[in-house]
């Protein structure tokens, strides 16, 4: 394929694919407390309705990514597309909490299956020159999801019902089936990888479900405060010892899941680590920015909503941009320079007080998101190209096994350093972190904020030593 020659049908098809994605990652979180009302439910049993989508997401990308890469892309990217929806009109007619939790868990696996083989078809639809390109626009479909996610479902809760925020998703999805059956009637369809053994090590399959489960229980701490201490340390020691059976029949076993020697590429190895910290970072400088902003410097909902979206229309605007520097720079430069921007969201909510100016919280986000646009372009096109053609689909699920467990281990560790730093300073050792005392609040958030901050910094010397110029391409 040449640099003119761009199969716009399939490039179309893979970013609706990430926008439902986007949408409905985003859609659902600001339903929360009107959902939990209306299943007569309390907000802890609404959380497991979020846990079980990031469960099966996270612990099925990398088994839908070897799957992808074996029998076909494109084929395994419809039928998640059907069970997108299926299980979107399953969780609007939810009748309790617990059959909202299970279906939850369906539309997980839908997500898994798409987005374990967008990034990958979207590359496929262009030339391995434009790999940048075709990443920034998958980034921006994402991100116009994540934009228009929150005040979508916002209107539809308030003029409509909170179940039709789910039966929303499923036209975006229908279009979505609809140009997979046209690029299949047009022969637009890539011809599966050349894989020698086209077996699936279902032995194997099930370890990483199990060991992944394991994890994210394990540092999420809205399980492990529900748990026994006993029961804490003998998650743990599962986790420990599913893991190690994994590693060890990954490498004994002719066709793994995960072929462990991936991790042999240093620009696969040292983005994959860069893109954990990442997850860890943005999550530990944004998830109590809004207690701060609505509960200390008393602003409106309706405004924080407002100063939120500033961070993902860097992101949607940038990306492309982004993606044709990389496609002549290379993807470690940019990617790097997104990261200072992260580190420089920390630092600077670091100093940020009981009286600060709202501008300063907005100051954050806007670097926040052009951290977002220069890092994930960059990165993710790291990944993808640093791998040989049959192992796309699994970089591609690698992604986002990273970046949710990032995510994870970020809510747990904030939420750690916020209420440690809150005892500390309080001197208070059973004390809740709560903006009724807004000074050590604050005070608190700043060392959250440093540490992410931190993070930041060391994603950044990782991204700096990931290797060539350009990521080799195969």
């Given at each position: 394929?040449?640099?003119?020659?761009?199969?716009?049908?399939?490039?179309?098809?893979?970013?609706?694919?990430?926008?439902?994605?986007?949408?409905?990652?985003?859609?659902?979180?600001?339903s929360l407390p009107t959902v939990a009302n209306s299943l007569d439910t309390t907000i802890v049993g609404i959380s497991w309705a979020v846990i079980s989508y990031q469960i099966?997401?996270?612990?099925?990308?990398?088994?839908?990514?070897?799957?992808?890469?074996?029998?076909?892309?494109?084929?395994?990217?419809?039928?998640?597309?059907?069970?997108?929806a299926l299980a979107s009109l399953a969780c609007g007619l939810s009748q309790n909490v617990t059959q909202l939790i299970i279906f939850r868990m369906f539309q997980g696996v839908g997500a898994s299956m798409t987005q374990s083989q967008g990034r990958a078809l979207a590359m496929e639809a262009m030339s391995k020159e434009s790999s940048g390109k075709a990443q920034g626009f998958m980034t921006t479909a994402f991100h116009?999801?994540?934009?228009?996610?929150?005040?979508?479902?916002?209107?539809?809760?308030?003029?409509?019902?909170?179940?039709?925020?789910?039966?929303?998703?499923?036209?975006?999805?229908?279009?979505?089936?609809?140009?997979?059956?046209?690029?299949?009637?047009?022969?637009?369809?890539?011809?599966?990888?050349?894989?020698?053994?086209?077996?699936?090590?279902?032995?194997?399959?099930?370890?990483?479900?199990?060991?992944?489960?394991?994890l994210i229980a394990s540092v999420d701490h809205r399980i492990m405060e529900?748990?026994?201490?006993?029961?804490?340390?003998?998650?743990?020691?599962?986790?420990?010892?599913?893991?190690?059976?994994?590693?060890?029949?990954?490498?004994?076993?002719?066709?793994?899941?995960?072929?462990?020697?991936?991790?042999?590429?240093?620009?696969?190895?040292?983005?994959?680590?860069?893109?954990?910290?990442?997850?860890?970072?943005?999550?530990?400088?944004?998830?109590?920015?809004?207690?701060?902003?609505?509960?200390?410097?008393?602003?409106?909902?309706?405004f924080i909503g407002l100063m939120f979206v500033s961070a993902p229309i860097f992101t949607v605007t940038l990306s492309p941009l982004v993606g044709w520097a990389v496609d002549k720079v290379g993807p470690r430069l940019p990617a790097t320079i997104g990261i200072s921007f992260l580190a420089s969201a920390g630092f600077v909510g670091s100093y940020l007080r009981t009286d600060s100016h709202w501008l300063s919280a907005v100051l954050v986000l806007m670097l926040w998101g052009l951290a977002t646009s220069l890092f994930f372009t960059s990165n993710h096109t790291a990944m993808i190209t640093s791998v040989p053609t049959e192992h796309r689909g699994v970089a591609t699920g690698a992604i986002y096994v990273m970046f949710g467990l990032g995510t994870t281990f970020g809510v747990s560790l904030g939420t750690l350093l916020l209420t440690s730093s809150f005892r500390y300073f309080t001197g208070d050792p059973v004390a809740t972190p709560t903006a009724a005392n807004p000074e050590m609040f604050v005070r608190s958030m700043n060392f959250s904020f440093m540490v992410g901050g931190c993070m930041a910094l060391l994603a950044m010397l990782l991204s700096a030593l990931r290797g060539e110029r350009r990521a080799a391409v195969h």
């Amino acid at each position: 394929m040449t640099q003119a020659q761009v199969n716009w049908l399939l490039l179309s098809n893979a970013a609706l694919g990430n926008f439902l994605a986007g949408t409905s990652s985003r859609i659902f979180s600001v339903s929360l407390p009107t959902v939990a009302n209306s299943l007569d439910t309390t907000i802890v049993g609404i959380s497991w309705a979020v846990i079980s989508y990031q469960i099966s997401q996270i612990s099925l990308s990398l088994i839908f990514g070897r799957i992808g890469d074996i029998y076909g892309r494109h084929t395994l990217f419809g039928l998640g597309l059907i069970v997108s929806a299926l299980a979107s009109l399953a969780c609007g007619l939810s009748q309790n909490v617990t059959q909202l939790i299970i279906f939850r868990m369906f539309q997980g696996v839908g997500a898994s299956m798409t987005q374990s083989q967008g990034r990958a078809l979207a590359m496929e639809a262009m030339s391995k020159e434009s790999s940048g390109k075709a990443q920034g626009f998958m980034t921006t479909a994402f991100h116009t999801g994540v934009l228009i996610g929150p005040s979508m479902g916002g209107l539809i809760i308030d003029y409509i019902h909170w179940r039709a925020i789910f039966f929303a998703l499923i036209p975006i999805a229908m279009c979505a089936m609809a140009l997979t059956v046209l690029n299949r009637a047009k022969g637009n369809v890539p011809a599966p990888s050349p894989v020698a053994d086209r077996s699936i090590d279902y032995w194997g399959a099930l370890l990483l479900i199990g060991a992944t489960i394991a994890l994210i229980a394990s540092v999420d701490h809205r399980i492990m405060e529900s748990l026994a201490p006993a029961l804490r340390v003998g998650l743990i020691l599962i986790f420990l010892a599913v893991f190690g059976g994994f590693l060890y029949r990954e490498k004994t076993t002719p066709s793994p899941i995960l072929d462990l020697s991936l991790f042999r590429i240093r620009m696969f190895t040292l983005s994959g680590l860069a893109l954990l910290l990442v997850g860890v970072a943005q999550v530990m400088i944004g998830f109590v920015l809004p207690f701060y902003l609505q509960d200390v410097l008393k602003l409106k909902p309706s405004f924080i909503g407002l100063m939120f979206v500033s961070a993902p229309i860097f992101t949607v605007t940038l990306s492309p941009l982004v993606g044709w520097a990389v496609d002549k720079v290379g993807p470690r430069l940019p990617a790097t320079i997104g990261i200072s921007f992260l580190a420089s969201a920390g630092f600077v909510g670091s100093y940020l007080r009981t009286d600060s100016h709202w501008l300063s919280a907005v100051l954050v986000l806007m670097l926040w998101g052009l951290a977002t646009s220069l890092f994930f372009t960059s990165n993710h096109t790291a990944m993808i190209t640093s791998v040989p053609t049959e192992h796309r689909g699994v970089a591609t699920g690698a992604i986002y096994v990273m970046f949710g467990l990032g995510t994870t281990f970020g809510v747990s560790l904030g939420t750690l350093l916020l209420t440690s730093s809150f005892r500390y300073f309080t001197g208070d050792p059973v004390a809740t972190p709560t903006a009724a005392n807004p000074e050590m609040f604050v005070r608190s958030m700043n060392f959250s904020f440093m540490v992410g901050g931190c993070m930041a910094l060391l994603a950044m010397l990782l991204s700096a030593l990931r290797g060539e110029r350009r990521a080799a391409v195969h």
